[in-house]
T-cell receptor, first 113, second 113 residues
């Protein structure tokens, strides 16, 4: 059973456009929602994260929007650049536990010049 | 900075060989994980460990075993490598409390011929 559902599977955006990736979860015990960015041949790297007590977090061109009542969160990449082309994973974490991190299935973003 | 280091970036092994993938982390994390990543299938958990000498099966443990003799080191073992184990292998580590997500190594691209 997929604890975190992510869409779309792939996304093509024009340079300068907005990239939007969506995730949904069911377990209300999740209390930390990170996004990971992975370039080809590399391991995923933590990009930005949010806790459920805020509805939005912005770091540069990257913004997480969080809707606690809908149990949904999304990553927005403003002014998308070809260098943003990568696979993005959303995740949800429990406060405690041994296996406490659950990943979405990933979105492959391609930004075309 | 958190550092998770995998011993090899690329490995080529023959069918039937015993393969060891090593991972070391320097953040005193209790949890360590091995994932396998294949195109279109996202991150699949093979095994995880929450303490020295403790291990738990993930979603796809068949054909793999693990060893955690020291807190900082987590090894993945392919007892008899097969061609369907050709994949990208990712090690990660995290704290058990605080819900801060996981940190990944750079990945090992294993090819079994």
């Amino acid at each position: 059973q997929q604890q975190v559902k992510q869409s779309p599977q792939s996304l093509i955006v024009q340079k300068g456009g907005i990239s939007i990736i969506n995730c949904a979860y069911e377990n209300t015990a999740f209390d930390y929602f990170p996004w990971y960015q992975q370039f080809p041949g590399k391991g995923p790297a933590l990009l930005i994260a949010i806790r459920p007590d805020v509805s939005e977090k912005k770091e540069g061109r990257f913004t997480i929007s969080f809707n606690k009542s809908a149990k949904q969160f999304s990553l927005h990449i403003m002014d998308s650049q070809p260098g943003d082309s990568a696979t993005y994973f959303c995740a949800a974490s429990l406060q405690t536990g041994a296996n406490n991190l659950f990943f979405g299935t990933g979105t492959r973003l391609t930004v075309i010049p | 900075d958190v550092k998770v280091t995998q011993s090899s970036r690329y490995l080529v092994k023959r069918t039937g060989e015993k393969v060891f993938l090593e991972c070391v982390q320097d953040m005193d994390h209790e949890n360590m994980f091995w994932y396998r990543q294949d195109p279109g299938l996202g991150l699949r958990l093979i095994y995880f460990s929450y303490d020295v000498k403790m291990k738990e099966k993930g979603d796809i443990p068949e054909g793999y075993s693990v060893s955690r003799e020291k807190k900082e080191r987590f090894s993945l073992i392919l007892e008899s490598a097969s061609t369907n184990q050709t994949s990208m292998y990712l090690c990660a580590s995290s704290f058990q409390t605080g819900g801060q997500g996981a940190f990944f190594g750079q990945g090992t691209r294993l090819t079994v011929v």
